[in-house]
């Protein structure tokens, strides 16, 4: 078995078991890509089992930080089986669920989602990658589908230095899918939609957000970056009177206004608008236009702390025009879905945006991703996703 051994002191994270080993870390040795390697301290000491990532800053991932376990096929089944378990315990309202989640389930860089019966997998690390068959074998197993389509196509392959692939692995047939989600239904295509076709992670917040609206009685709706309409059917759900929902992506707005009419609601009340969401919020503005409630959704823009500073002029511009915006009374859902941005730090995002708009709002929630995205003890990197309901005073 190759190994790397670190530099002295560089061993504290992997003795609190956290999965990331960095190429500054490693003192010498080295492998394939994907290859597992014994990871040792400066002195000998075992400290984990890792995929080897030679292209990588991550320099390589544990699979395991117990000595007497073996990288091999059924390790990975055992793997797999408990995830798939614990997604079964967690009783998730919808048959769309998120059954692999990467470090948090023990296997790095490995992403699995389920629509219905179609299961669709991201290998984004070289570890992954040089188990897919394994994986995909396993998978298929554990869970007793036929059908498994990749989606390897995230930015993040090429930091592993994997090109792009996407395509059925196992079984084939179509790729556009409906899903059942609370009372709604979506549809989305697998082989195109964001991340593995649909945002499982908003799952519960969609719902908390139809709750909202119908308690404050909202009539005018403002959801922005809105993909495929997911916060716009809760919006309807909850009894408003009108939708207003911008994306700069045409094909996503159709799919959005797809879905609406899936529900049944009357599309007379959806505004669907393909436009820039900053300069929308400012003619808004100028226009005297106000909403009851209103959805902040950007996408990710800082993958890690580096991007923070740049990022938080952004969000802070965002929320500044959102809170303008929001009549008193209103309730304001926004989000941050950047690993470069804590939960602290975007709170102090939003309220500095209120106070450059004038605006202060009691903090009624704090919101993060459905409980099939989980967040462990030792890997906090988990909680990508953090969201504040504001009500403005």
């Given at each position: 078995?190759?190994?790397?051994?670190?530099?002295e002191?560089?061993e504290?994270?992997l003795?609190r078991?956290h999965?990331w080993?960095?190429?500054?870390?490693?003192?010498?040795g080295?492998?394939?890509?994907?290859?597992?390697?014994r990871?040792?301290?400066h002195?000998?000491r075992?400290l984990a089992?890792?995929?080897?990532?030679p292209a990588s800053?991550m320099?390589?991932r544990?699979?395991?930080?117990?000595?007497?376990d073996?990288?091999e096929?059924a390790f990975?089944?055992q793997r797999?089986?408990?995830?798939?378990?614990?997604?079964g315990?967690?009783?998730?309202?919808?048959d769309g669920?998120?059954?692999?989640?990467?470090?948090?389930d023990g296997l790095p860089?490995f992403?699995?989602?389920?629509?219905g019966?179609?299961l669709v997998?991201?290998f984004?690390?070289?570890?992954?990658?040089?188990?897919?068959?394994?994986?995909?074998d396993a998978l298929?197993?554990v869970?007793?589908?036929?059908?498994l389509?990749?989606r390897?196509d995230?930015?993040?392959r090429?930091l592993?230095?994997?090109p792009?692939?996407?395509g059925?692995?196992?079984?084939?047939?179509p790729?556009?899918?409906?899903?059942?989600?609370?009372?709604?239904?979506f549809?989305?295509?697998i082989?195109?939609g964001?991340?593995?076709?649909f945002?499982?992670?908003?799952?519960?917040?969609?719902a908390?957000f139809a709750q909202?609206v119908?308690?404050f009685?909202?009539?005018r709706?403002?959801n922005?970056?809105?993909?495929?309409?997911?916060f716009t059917v809760?919006?309807?759900?909850?009894?408003?009177a009108?939708?207003?929902s911008?994306?700069?992506?045409?094909?996503?707005?159709?799919?959005a206004?797809?879905?609406?009419?899936l529900?049944?609601?009357d599309?007379?009340r959806?505004e669907?608008?393909?436009?820039?969401?900053?300069?929308?919020?400012?003619?808004?503005i100028?226009?005297?236009r106000?909403?009851d409630?209103?959805?902040?959704?950007?996408p990710k823009?800082?993958?890690t702390?580096?991007?923070a500073?740049?990022a938080?002029?952004?969000?802070?511009d965002?929320n500044?025009?959102?809170?303008k915006?929001l009549?008193?009374g209103?309730?304001?859902?926004?989000?941050?879905?950047s690993?470069?941005i804590s939960?602290?730090l975007?709170h102090?995002i939003v309220?500095?945006?209120?106070?450059d708009?004038g605006?202060?709002?009691?903090i009624a929630e704090?919101?993060?991703a459905?409980?099939?995205?989980p967040?462990?003890?030792a890997?906090p990197e988990g909680e990508?996703?953090k969201g504040l309901v504001v009500?403005r005073?």
């Amino acid at each position: 078995m190759k190994a790397i051994r670190l530099r002295e002191g560089r061993e504290r994270s992997l003795l609190r078991r956290h999965p990331w080993i960095f190429d500054s870390a490693v003192a010498r040795g080295g492998a394939d890509a994907g290859e597992t390697v014994r990871v040792e301290a400066h002195d000998g000491r075992f400290l984990a089992w890792a995929a080897f990532s030679p292209a990588s800053r991550m320099r390589a991932r544990a699979w395991s930080f117990g000595e007497a376990d073996r990288i091999e096929p059924a390790f990975f089944r055992q793997r797999l089986a408990a995830a798939v378990a614990l997604r079964g315990r967690l009783q998730v309202p919808s048959d769309g669920v998120r059954l692999v989640h990467g470090e948090s389930d023990g296997l790095p860089g490995f992403v699995v989602d389920r629509y219905g019966d179609t299961l669709v997998a991201q290998f984004l690390s070289a570890g992954a990658e040089r188990w897919k068959k394994v994986l995909a074998d396993a998978l298929l197993e554990v869970t007793g589908l036929a059908r498994l389509y990749e989606r390897s196509d995230a930015n993040s392959r090429g930091l592993e230095g994997l090109p792009e692939a996407t395509g059925w692995l196992r079984g084939d047939g179509p790729t556009e899918v409906v899903v059942t989600e609370h009372a709604w239904k979506f549809g989305l295509d697998i082989a195109t939609g964001h991340k593995t076709g649909f945002y499982l992670d908003q799952r519960d917040s969609r719902a908390r957000f139809a709750q909202w609206v119908r308690r404050f009685g909202s009539q005018r709706v403002l959801n922005c970056y809105c993909y495929t309409g997911g916060f716009t059917v809760a919006a309807m759900a909850g009894g408003a009177a009108e939708v207003t929902s911008i994306d700069s992506s045409a094909p996503a707005l159709e799919r959005a206004r797809a879905n609406v009419a899936l529900n049944g609601f009357d599309a007379g009340r959806a505004e669907f608008l393909d436009a820039d969401v900053n300069a929308s919020l400012r003619r808004f503005i100028e226009e005297g236009r106000t909403f009851d409630a209103i959805v902040l959704d950007p996408p990710k823009l800082a993958p890690t702390v580096a991007h923070a500073e740049k990022a938080a002029r952004a969000y802070k511009d965002i929320n500044r025009l959102g809170l303008k915006l929001l009549a008193p009374g209103g309730v304001l859902f926004t989000y941050s879905c950047s690993g470069g941005i804590s939960a602290d730090l975007f709170h102090k995002i939003v309220a500095s945006a209120g106070a450059d708009a004038g605006v202060d709002g009691y903090i009624a929630e704090r919101l993060g991703a459905a409980a099939d995205h989980p967040m462990t003890l030792a890997f906090p990197e988990g909680e990508y996703l953090k969201g504040l309901v504001v009500i403005r005073k």
